[in-house]
């Protein structure tokens, strides 16, 4: 199918913040940034960096009047857009191009999964700003540590499970699908296992391979409405740039 191009940006980093063990933000500024046009939850751009790969990032904040974004960025130390992100310094420079992706539909449903591994907690956290305060919310977040459970916006209706893995450290190869603990399993184990009111909608995205498990339980075994799930992988064990 033919695509229109989307706008490029180009961007200078102006500063990074870590936000947990596994998470850093970067912060990007560009003169045209301003037109960037964020207008729903979960909006993602293509980042691509000076060696030339370029991968999805979600845009976590947009501070059009500031010509600024901020994205999140996983330093799980084995592809090019992570290794830049862990060195990346102000001054430093790249191109977006976007934004991209579609507004979740969740309907009027009155109960909303949200699950997500740190991959997708940006994007998580985006659907969570802009929801409807009358919307109970079961979010489950898996994470690296404890320590890595971000402080969350307070919010009436919202039950939020941090998920630890609680491995010692992340393997510096990164993670892959022979680990005795795979990235995204617990989160999937998790879900199987959890509550889910009856005609819930459901934002789920991480692991590719976690999220079509939890995707068909949701619509197999619970028998959620198929166009309120949204599940997408936003990468998988074991391939590079991967495309859902
Ligand atoms: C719509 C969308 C939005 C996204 N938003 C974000 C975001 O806001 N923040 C973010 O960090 N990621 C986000 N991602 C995921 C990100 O695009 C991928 O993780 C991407 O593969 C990272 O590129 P890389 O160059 O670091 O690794 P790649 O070169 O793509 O992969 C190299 C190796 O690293 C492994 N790998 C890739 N990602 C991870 C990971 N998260 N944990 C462990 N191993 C991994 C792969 O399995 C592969 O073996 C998003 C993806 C999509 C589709």
Redesign the pocket.
Known sequence: MFRRPRPTHDVEVIATTPLTST?TRITLAGPTLSELGIEHP?Q?VKLTIPEG?S????I?HHRPAEREVD????L?G??????WASVARPGDRARLAGPR?RRPDFGDAADLLLAA????L??ALTVLDGLPATVRVFAYFEVATAADALPLASRAGLTTAWLPRDEPRDDPR???RDDPRP?GRLLADTLLAADVPAGAAAWI?GEATAVATVRRHLLTDRALPRDRVHA?G?????????K?
């Open positions: 998470l979960t993602w790969a991968r999805a990032y979600t976590r994205i999140d960025v996983v799980h084995n592809g090019p857009a992570a290794r992706g591994d740190e991959s997708a940006p994007a990164g993670s892959r990235k995205a997408k936003y990468w998988k064990h074991g391939e590079a740039d991967h859902d």
